[in-house]
């Protein structure tokens, strides 16, 4: 439902005021103007449609009137109070009185049950309204009216067509009489109250396109003389119909009621129009897209406009042209919300910065136009030639086809533009004929159709004036992977226009719009094998949530959590105080791809991050694929760095080539700053020589507490439950996972080594190496314990300890794992827990080498690696650092 009203200020209600129009002779204090449309009531209760009634709707009027100062008069505008749908009879028709024409034209004879069904629904709603004479005199009109509705309806019903003329008579009435309805039920409250037929008073002229012009000067005329006749105190005027300069009613075509109370508030001057509609007001973007989105404060007529136009359901882009004629600003209202402020569309914006949360940000709003195909003509024929672009758009008005935008470059070989897709067809086929001869003669190259595309239009009154707009709108979206097809910006730029694959458009909304309006980095993500890392990450993640929402303006939310065998999912984020039991009570069957999907389109964010945290070469599989869709990816999972070199380059390439990043700082060292020191070395221009260390967590546990009379076997068993082992055991002790670190540490420095390369000594006993699960292998490793014991009595009896090193050497393009001896004064025979040590010999770092040293195994320090990564990925997505 819309309502307008035309204001003058008035203390003791914020509803309707405005000043009279000093050229008009009635009083001049005060006068509010409303107008109600015809479109359905409508709100939406835990997703219903609500449908206010015709008796309710009269009721909030008449109260909100009743509350008014004596001397204000009221003009209202109302639309067809017949049309509503009423919360009793939800299937009543929308458009009951056109519904009426239809039928007739077409024939059907149904329409008399139609018409008889208008006069009773009026009849009742009168009847429950008025009384007295009043409702007399109501009812007299209405017998007369749809008795001369039913002759009209029966000759439109015997020539099988309807005239514009006799169409635009027929739904006029619903105005009339909702007009007439509501002024008596004033006047039944107390008010002075008479009601206007429009017709008489709003003269317009029709135009070529189904539109008609106001004629203000004859229209002027008219209202004066009327107000001279009726100066009542409140006036309710009926909206969207008209009349012809011959006095032939109208209407105002598709642009209605909201149309009516602007024309009227431009003739009498009004202080203001207020729109009362169904929300609160004009949103930065349509909130059933991005759940982000705010109601603006104020807008200015331009914005407005754009946004109009641009799909945006603000107000028809014509309504706007009367009030910014003469500055009038339009608030737009909710009906059903008293207490929101509502939107107020102004000359200029007035407190603008208190719309927003940074000044930096100029842009207002976004909206979206969907079912589009761009055009692309180009030709190096077309270049300095004078005409092309009248021939290509007269070709193009020919088939009657609306341009929504237009492109050209200034080398000139190539325009190119967006139509509706379903006129691309028509106008593909025109253009191809006009240009037949310049196709054939390669003066034109090529008449392409780009199907299924969107426009993504940015609406802001200042960028015209700040500089850096367009740059942060192109980063955010080559952020969100979004390609950019086409471009146009006026040098108004009261609008940046992007054209984009219609499948991007929604993701590009809400990317733009996070960057621009809540300047907030939102990140939909995805854990992958919640067990010891992915669960610890989860409960860090929930833990620090709020303050990074709060502190840094970070927004993530876990849309899905997936094991191997059930996953739970979310639209707007799981909650990470229970995942854990939502897991038992909503989990369904798990599926990697539905999850990958789930969670990089089912929500309202536009960038996505899967995490992996598994150990399973599977989902390591699934990166490239993921990376090639935008979706970023981290990982502690040493499985793909590791994987076959040609997979591994393959994902490397295609990662410094996107906008999408891979992050895998806990591969080695978990939570320790090794793969980022490694990469910032080399970035810097250092040239790594040797890597050395102790990359194991587990056996450096190990070591360090394999003393005295300790068996093996027990210090193994500790590091399992310390969760520094991998789910298997056998695959750290093996050597490994040490090898993996040695082959990522490698690939990092530049040497393109397959894991195979790498001489790798176990410390799993040959037999039980072909044990069928890690369970058997830890009962069965106490049988072994001399064996290790004697080497470690071996060592201590020269002043030695066990470690087990990892070696890259970069020079000699190799590497190596093995047990080593060292003193006991070495720096690898000083550590202790499940400390790693690392020392990267370079360049600048030749007589002492960097060392990096640190716990680099256990949950915390890991899922706390991982969780940096996530955090470094939204600081490169915008966030602040
Ligand atoms: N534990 C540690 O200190 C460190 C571990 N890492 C790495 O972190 C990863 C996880 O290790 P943990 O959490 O200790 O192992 P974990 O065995 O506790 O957890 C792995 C989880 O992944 C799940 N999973 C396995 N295959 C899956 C699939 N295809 N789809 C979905 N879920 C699947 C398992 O059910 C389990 O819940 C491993 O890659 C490990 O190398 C890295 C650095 C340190
Ligand atoms: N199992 C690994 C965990 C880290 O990668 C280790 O012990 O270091
Ligand atoms: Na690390």
Not at 397 to 416: L, R, T, Y
Not at 451 to 459: D, G, R, Y
Not at 551 to 579: A, E
Not at 733 to 759: C, F, H, N, Q, Y
């Amino acid at each position: 439902m819309r309502a307008a009203a035309v204001s003058t200020p008035c203390p003791s209600s914020a509803l309707f005021h405005h000043h009279l129009p000093p050229r008009c002779s009635i009083d001049p204090s005060s006068r509010t103007l409303l107008s109600i449309s015809q479109a359905i009531v409508q709100d939406r209760h835990g997703g219903k449609t609500r449908g206010l009634s015709s008796l309710d709707r009269s009721r909030i009027v008449s109260e909100r009137i009743r509350k008014r100062r004596s001397n204000n008069q009221i003009f209202a505008s109302i639309a067809d109070i017949s049309l509503e749908q009423s919360i009793e009879n939800p299937s009543l028709p929308k458009d009951m009185m056109y519904d009426l024409v239809n039928k007739a034209s077409s024939r059907d004879d149904s329409y008399i049950s139609a018409i008889d069904n208008v006069f009773e629904k009026h009849k009742l709603t009168a009847s429950e309204l008025l009384d007295g004479e009043d409702l007399a005199r109501f009812l007299s009109q209405l017998h007369n009216d749809i008795s001369n509705l039913r002759a009209m309806l029966r000759a439109i019903y015997i020539a099988g067509h309807a005239t514009e003329s006799f169409s635009d008579f027929v739904v006029g009435h619903g105005e009339l009489w909702s007009a007439q309805m509501l002024s008596y039920t004033i006047k039944k409250h107390g008010r002075p109250c008479c009601w206007m037929d429009t017709r008489d008073v709003l003269i317009v002229n029709p135009t070529s396109s189904n539109q008609v012009d106001p004629d203000y000067i004859e229209s002027e005329k008219r209202l004066k003389k009327w107000l001279l006749k009726k100066p009542a105190d409140i006036i309710i005027a009926t909206g969207f119909i008209a009349s012809t300069l011959q006095n032939i009613p109208t209407t105002l075509k598709r642009d209605g009621s909201d149309f009516s109370a602007a024309i009227l508030s431009a003739l009498l001057k009004a202080r203001q129009v207020t729109i009362w509609t169904d929300v609160d007001g004009v949103f930065s973007a349509d909130p059933s897209k991005v759940s982000e989105a705010v109601i603006l404060r104020t807008l200015s007529y331009q914005e407005a406009w754009e946004m109009s136009y641009f799909g945006a359901n603000v107000l028809h882009p014509r309504t706007i042209i009367p009030v910014m004629k003469h500055g009038i600003p339009i608030l737009i209202r909710n009906i059903f919300n008293l207490s929101a402020p509502g939107t107020k569309i102004c000359q200029q914006p007035v407190n603008e910065n208190q719309d927003r949360k940074s000044l930096d940000s100029v842009v207002k709003a976004f909206a979206t136009i969907d079912n589009l195909a761009l055009v692309n003509v180009e030709g190096t024929g077309m270049a300095g030639i004078p005409g092309t672009a009248s021939a290509i758009f007269g070709t193009v008005k020919d088939v009657g086809a609306n341009v929504i935008m237009i492109s050209q470059a200034s080398s000139e070989h190539s325009v190119c533009f967006a139509v509706p897709e379903s006129e691309v067809k028509a106008v593909s086929a025109a253009l191809h004929s006009r240009f037949q001869q310049a196709l054939d003669a390669g003066r034109l190259s090529k008449v392409e159709v780009i199907p299924k595309c969107s426009i993504l239009a940015t609406v802001g009154h200042k960028m015209a004036s700040t500089p850096g707009v367009s740059a942060t709108l192109f980063d955010a979206l080559a952020k969100a992977n979004i390609n950019v097809r086409a471009i146009a910006q006026g040098c108004s730029e009261y609008n940046i226009t992007l054209v984009l694959k219609q499948e991007d458009c929604v993701r590009a909304l809400r990317a733009a719009h996070s960057r621009f309006y809540l300047s907030k980095t939102t990140l939909a993500m995805g854990i992958i094998g919640p067990g010891l890392i992915g669960g610890t990450l989860l409960d860090q993640l929930r833990d620090q949530a709020a303050a990074l929402k709060e502190k840094f303006n970070i927004d993530l939310r876990v849309m899905g959590i997936t094991g191997s065998r059930t996953m739970i999912l979310s639209d707007m984020g799981i909650d990470l105080s229970r995942w854990r039991e939502i897991q038992k009570e909503k989990a369904e069957v798990a599926d990697l791809d539905k999850f990958a999907k789930h969670v990089n389109e089912s929500h309202f964010f536009p960038n996505t991050v899967l995490v992996d945290c598994t150990a399973d070469t599977n989902v390591a599989n699934h990166y490239y694929d993921w990376l090639q869709k935008g979706i970023h990816v981290i990982t502690p999972n040493k499985k793909a760095n590791s994987g076959p070199l040609d997979r591994y380059l393959k994902l490397r390439t295609l990662q410094r080539v996107s906008y999408t990043h891979y992050f895998y700082e806990a591969t080695v060292g978990a939570g320790l700053p090794i793969i980022s020191s490694l990469q910032g070395l080399l970035e810097t221009g250092d040239k790594i020589l040797h890597i050395e260390g102790i990359f194991s967590g587990t056996l450096s546990y190990i070591f360090n507490n394999f003393k005295g009379t300790r068996a093996f076997s027990e210090v193994v068993f500790e590091a399992k439950e310390a969760g520094y082992t991998e789910p298997d055991p056998r695959d750290d002790l093996s050597g490994t996972d040490v090898a993996r670190k040695v082959i990522i540490l490698a690939r990092e420095s530049g040497l393109k080594l397959e894991l195979s390369d790498i001489p790798v000594q176990s410390l799993v006993p040959e037999t039980l190496r072909a044990c069928s699960s890690s369970d058997e292998y830890m009962q069965q490793l106490p049988n072994f314990d001399k064996e290790l014991s004697a080497e470690r009595d071996d060592a201590e009896a020269s002043g030695e300890v066990l470690r087990y090193v990892g070696v890259v050497d970069v020079v000699n393009e190799k590497g190596s794992v093995e047990l080593r001896r060292y003193k006991k004064e070495h720096p690898f025979a000083q550590l202790s827990g499940s400390d790693n040590i690392i020392a990267f010999t370079t360049t600048r770092y030749k007589d002492q080498p960097l060392i990096v040293r640190g716990p680099g195994a256990g949950a915390e320090v890991t899922a706390g690696g991982v969780f940096s990564d996530i955090l470094r990925l939204a600081s490169y997505l915008g966030a602040p650092s």
